[in-house]
Structure formats: structure tokens, C-alpha cells
T-cell receptor, first 113, second 112 residues
Framework: DAKTTQPPSMDCAEGRAANLPCNHSTISGNEYVYWYRQIHSQGPQYIIH???NNETNEMASLIITEDRKSSTLILPHATLRDTAVYYC??????????????FGKGTRLHILP | SQTIHQWPATLVQPVGSPLSLECTVE??????LYWYRQAAGRGLQLLFY??????ISSEVPQNLSASRPQDRQFILSSKKLLLSDSGFYLC???????????FGQGTRLTVV
């Protein structure tokens, strides 16, 4: 019952910006957009989250559209180590008891040398 | 700083044998705790979720169970393993705000 839609796979050349889209047309006003990634044979790793303003940290940038129905995760200079499955998740902050982390199928990002 | 410990890293068990996987969290209190399973080539399936001691939410009916005997301890169990229980099991925790979840290194279980 993931609330997001992502392309199943994407390719990006090493050194270029990787732009990963996510649609979340049913997002509620109190729900944030979170991004995680899972490198092969490891547990998922938190990347970034945001509500409505664009966010940037040392790993990535998150661009959320004004209507909040979609967002884009940007890896500015992709490296081979960024090859992973990227998950976009929508959930509320300051959780209620039913607000669990549900992973969809994500986008498998291949960084090409 | 907070850390999460999950063991063992790998496990090979015969069909019909019991299972106990343990996860402990350090450096925080009253975390939300999770157990996920990932079958080979598949996505992350939420198995159990806990918001407190003795409070377990089961997401998928199956022959697995979970317990939280202490605030920072989460145990995944089975009385009799099936071949279909093979997979990569991940424990995770987050604080009450849900800002960020932290995952353990996982246990790769092979049922033979």
C-alpha cells in the first residue's frame, strides 16, 4: 500500500547528475517525502526528507513541486557507489501508532562508468 | 551515539527447525522497532512493528512471531521454519518523531 510511484529502473553516467522522480499525488498536508536507498546486500540508508521546501544535504537534494504531488531526488555527481535501489516514501512526522515505514518497489539506479 | 546490533549475520537452518533472531538498540529510549524480510530479488516486506514493550503489530500472517521483552530489544522467532522463510531479515529503529530510520546489517537466512 505504498503511496508513491517510481520508475522501476534508470541509468546515469558516472559524474553526471542523477535525477530520480517520484509521484505522490495523494499526499496529505502533514505528510513528508522521505528518500532511502539500499545498496546490494545492505540495509536501507536514509538520504533526505522534506515537506514542501527544497532540501539539500551532503548526500543529495530534494526538489518538491509546489502542489507537492511529485518530487525529484538529485544526486549531483553520481559515482559508481551510488548504484542502488532508491525508495521514495510518504509519511507523517510525529507519528501516530499506525504510521509505519512501508517500502514500495523503488527505482534501481545503475551508474554507468 | 545510537547503534543497532543484529545477529547472526548468516544462518543456515533445516526445514522444521526453530528460529530466533535478536536485535538490540543502544543510545536511545522508547524507539519504534521494525522487522523486515527481503526475499532474493524482491522488495522489503514489513513483518512486525512495535511502538513499545509488549506492543507488536503483525503485518503479514505467517509462521513467524515477534516479541519485545525490553524497550530496546526486538526478537523474531519461528517454531518451525519453512523453505519460504529464506531471505534477508532486517531490523530497524526510529525515534518517536520518525525523522530517520536506522537499519541493522541484516541476517541472511537460508532454510534447507
Amino acid at each position: 500500500d505504498a503511496k508513491t510511484t517510481q520508475p522501476p529502473s534508470m541509468d546515469c553516467a558516472e559524474g553526471r547528475a542523477a535525477n530520480l522522480p517520484c509521484n505522490h499525488s495523494t499526499i496529505s498536508g502533514n505528510e513528508y517525502v522521505y528518500w532511502y536507498r539500499q545498496i546490494h546486500s545492505q540495509g536501507p540508508q536514509y538520504i533526505i526528507h522534506g515537506l514542501k521546501n527544497n532540501e539539500t544535504n551532503e548526500m543529495a537534494s530534494l526538489i518538491i513541486t509546489e502542489d507537492r504531488k511529485s518530487s525529484t531526488l538529485i544526486l549531483p555527481h553520481a559515482t559508481l557507489r551510488d548504484t542502488a535501489v532508491y525508495y521514495c516514501i510518504v509519511r507523517a512526522l510525529y507519528l501516530n501508532r499506525d504510521d509505519k515505514i512501508i517500502f514500495g518497489k523503488g527505482t534501481r539506479l545503475h551508474i554507468l562508468p | 551515539s545510537q547503534t543497532i546490533h543484529q545477529w547472526p549475520a548468516t544462518l543456515v537452518q533445516p526445514v522444521g527447525s526453530p528460529l530466533s533472531l535478536e536485535c538490540t538498540v543502544e543510545g536511545t529510549s522508547n524507539p519504534n522497532l521494525y522487522w523486515y524480510r527481503q526475499a532474493a530479488g524482491r522488495g522489503l516486506q514489513l513483518l512486525f512493528y512495535s511502538v513499545g514493550i509488549g506492543q507488536i503489530s503483525s503485518e503479514v500472517p505467517q509462521n513467524l512471531s515477534a516479541s519485545r521483552p525490553q524497550d530496546r530489544q526486538f526478537i523474531l522467532s519461528s517454531k518451525k521454519l519453512l523453505l519460504s522463510d529464506s531471505g534477508f531479515y532486517l531490523c530497524a529503529w526510529e525515534d518517536r518523531r520518525g525523522t530517520e530510520a536506522f537499519f541493522g546489517q541484516g541476517t541472511r537466512l537460508t532454510v534447507v
